[in-house]
């Protein structure tokens, strides 16, 4: 019982602070399969937003009351679908409950992804009414409809808007693997937003970019950096997500000598998906620590970096026999700190 609880522990210590945070959880769509799902994409500015009455949501097992709305939009440019397009209905359901149902404002600008219905058009998932835009961003008639996409969010990176649509564009982008989404996030890293560049950093961890380290350090190993919980967490999770480069290694050396726990957890945890011999100090370095999961992470890392698999358990294991692992590495780090010294 007392292993099951620490591997739910340790689950949870990430899944409670993922990168987009949000005040409703409401189900993830990469900006590919919104794409794909399409039948249109535009971009637009809303016109006007008409109600047309009561009606009632399907939610969680039970129902709750709603609006039917309806927005009218002027379309500027048409990424995918049959045209032209001038202006459109777009029909959406507006619940009286927060439930995560995304909704229109008068006035603003964006992308919609649509599909037809007997009545109009309606959006290709309720949890997303537009993605942000700036003005006067050209249809690029020689690319697909997701690079055409990912341009318009990563002009919204490169212009002067505000770090709401900036953060937004952030968390679309970062929801697909590509060079255009990689390279509009290294350009969020130089933004005059410290939010906006850290946010960035933070999925570009996740892939494993190095141009986020020096901005990463930065924030996490100086005690004078005072930045929002979530934040920290989100380069956290990054580096213990994605980050394998051994360029790493020695950032996170320091980092696995933090008082921080969740730090010291991340960084031995990256450490061991590094496969550097580089890694193989800190990480013996590592067994002393106070805290199991770390000592785990330290035991795990080694046996992976020097093949000894039958030295590298499951936490279920490590936690009932952790005297048998600890002693083995031991043994194991005093044997190469003596061939270290003799070879010096």
């Not at 999925?203 to 920290?232: K, M, T």
């Not at 026999?321 to 600890?326: I, L, R, S, V, W």
Request: charged content about 15%; aromatic content about 8%; glycine content about 6%.
């Amino acid at each position: 019982m007392k292993c099951k609880i620490l591997v739910a522990l340790w689950t949870a210590f990430w899944i409670l602070f993922p990168l987009a945070i949000a005040a409703t959880p409401v189900p993830s769509i990469t900006l590919e399969e919104l794409t794909e799902n399409s039948e249109v994409i535009v971009v637009g500015r809303v016109m006007s937003i008409t109600d047309e009455g009561g009606t009632q949501v399907d939610y969680g097992g039970s129902s709750t009351a709603a609006r039917k709305n309806r927005c009218e939009l002027k379309v500027l440019g048409q990424i995918k679908g049959a045209g032209p397009l001038d202006i459109i209905s777009i029909y959406y359901l507006a619940p009286t409950a927060p439930i995560g149902y995304a909704s229109f404002v008068v006035g603003a600008y964006g992308v919609v992804f649509l599909k037809r219905s007997t009545e109009g058009y309606v959006l290709v998932t309720p949890y997303k009414s537009m993605l942000p835009a700036p003005p006067n961003t050209p249809i690029l008639g020689n690319s697909s409809a997701l690079e055409n996409v990912e341009a318009q969010l990563g002009n919204v990176l490169t212009g002067q808007g505000n770090n709401a649509a900036k953060q937004i564009a952030i968390n679309s982008l970062s929801s697909v693997i590509t060079p255009e989404s990689t390279h509009f996030l290294e350009i969020a890293l130089h933004d005059r937003d410290k939010e906006v560049q850290l946010l960035a950093a933070a999925y570009l961890l996740r892939r494993n970019d190095i141009a986020a380290l020096p901005l990463a350090a930065e924030v996490l190993l100086s005690p004078q950096q005072s930045v929002p919980y979530y934040v920290r967490q989100n380069l956290l999770s990054g580096i213990s997500i994605g980050l394998v480069n051994p360029d790493a290694v020695t950032f996170l050396s320091r980092l696995a000598t933090l008082p921080g726990l969740d730090a010291r957890r991340a960084a031995t945890l990256a450490l061991g998906h590094t496969d550097s011999q580089m890694a193989l100090r800190p990480l013996a370095a590592a067994l002393g620590d106070e805290d199991l999961l770390v000592r785990y992470n330290a035991v795990v890392g080694l046996s992976t970096i020097t093949g000894q698999w039958q030295w590298r358990p499951n936490l279920d294991e490590f936690t009932e026999n952790e005297t048998k692992y600890m002693r083995h590495w031991r043994e194991w780090s005093a044997q190469q700190r003596a061939i270290d010294t003799h070879k010096r």
